[in-house]
């Protein structure tokens, strides 16, 4: 698989508990793909896109790692992504 639906990838990350509350986030621009802000829920996205997501009180950046077939337990969503805060090489210090 080459690229994936960002709604679908979001729910498949765990970042949202239902698919349809990741097609509200992207529709109601809480989702930018490589900084550029996305409307589109079935807009595709591929392995090393960084996907950046305004939740209630947070906003999280995640470089694209992975796709799956099936929405999977915790530890399988975690493989999906790479979370771009903790990355030790843009730690100021």
Request: glycine residues 10%; proline residues 2%.
């Amino acid at each position: 698989m080459e690229r994936q639906r960002l709604d679908k990838w979001l729910w498949h990350a765990r970042v949202v508990k239902a698919r349809s509350s990741a097609v509200a986030l992207v529709e109601g621009g809480h989702v930018r793909v490589n900084g550029a802000r996305e409307k589109a829920p079935g807009h595709g996205i591929k392995i090393g896109d960084v996907v950046t997501v305004a939740l209630d009180r947070t906003v999280r950046l995640m470089e694209v790692t992975g796709f799956a077939e099936r929405r999977g337990d915790a530890t399988a969503a975690r493989a999906l992504f790479a979370d771009v805060q903790a990355r030790p090489d843009d730690r100021q210090g």
